[in-house]
C-alpha cells in the first residue's frame, strides 16, 4: 500500500527567503495554474479544475477532502535563522480522489528531486547536520536545497523548521549564543 494513497504529501526546501519563490514560479508555469489564496503563514493553492472543495456545514473546508495544497515558503525568524520550506498535499487517498492532482504532485516530486537532498532520515548523515535545529530532524520527508540554501548552509546558516514555536526558538538561541551567534528577540 503507497502511503500517499492514505495521507497527504509533503515536500520540504531550502532557498533564500528573499529570493524569487522557485516553488511558486514551478506551480503558477503550470498549464492550469492553482489559484492562490494568501493565509497569515502562508499560501493555500487551490486547484479548482481537480475538483470542488469539502464543506463542513459551518462553510469550512475540509482540506483532506480537497483540491489543495499549503506552502509555507522560507522566513527568517529570530534575525538569524531561516525556517525550511514547505509544501502540504493536503487530501487523503489522492490518486484515487484527485487523479489529475496526484499527477501535479509526482511532477513536483521530480522536479525537486533535482535538487541536491542535504537531509534524510533514512541516511545517515550529511555535512550540513550540524546547521539544522529544531524539529527538522523529526522530519520523515526529505529536505532538498536550491542553490542558494545550499549557499546558505554552507555559509553557516542555521534552519529550523517552519512550525517552530517559541519555547523551541528560545532554547536553539541559547545554545546559539555559545557559539557566538546573536538572536534577535
Not at 103 to 126: D, E, H, M, T
Not at 136 to 143: A, E, K, L, M, T
Request: glycine share 8%; charged share 25%; proline share 6%.
Amino acid at each position: 500500500m503507497v502511503l500517499d494513497k492514505i495521507m497527504g504529501s509533503t515536500f520540504r526546501f531550502i532557498s533564500a527567503p528573499d529570493s524569487p519563490a522557485s516553488v511558486l514560479e514551478w506551480f503558477r508555469a503550470l498549464p492550469t495554474p492553482p489559484e492562490e489564496v494568501p493565509t497569515d503563514r502562508g499560501i493555500v493553492l487551490y486547484f479548482r479544475s481537480c475538483g470542488n472543495f469539502s464543506l463542513r456545514s459551518d462553510g469550512s473546508i475540509i482540506t483532506d477532502e480537497s483540491p489543495v495544497a499549503t506552502l509555507f515558503l522560507p522566513r527568517i525568524r529570530r534575525g538569524v535563522l531561516w525556517t525550511v520550506g514547505e509544501l502540504h498535499f493536503l487530501p487523503k487517498r489522492i490518486s484515487e480522489r484527485f487523479p489529475e492532482l496526484a499527477k501535479v504532485s509526482g511532477a513536483f516530486s521530480r522536479w525537486l528531486k533535482r535538487r541536491p537532498c542535504i537531509y534524510s532520515n533514512k541516511s545517515l548523515g550529511s555535512e550540513f547536520d550540524y546547521y539544522l535545529e529544531g524539529s527538522i530532524r523529526n522530519f520523515d520527508s526529505p529536505v532538498y536545497a536550491f542553490e542558494c540554501g545550499l549557499a546558505a548552509l554552507r555559509s553557516g546558516r542555521y534552519l529550523v523548521g517552519d512550525g517552530d514555536n517559541e519555547l523551541v526558538l528560545d532554547k536553539l538561541c541559547q545554545i546559539l549564543r555559545l557559539r557566538g551567534i546573536e538572536c534577535l528577540c
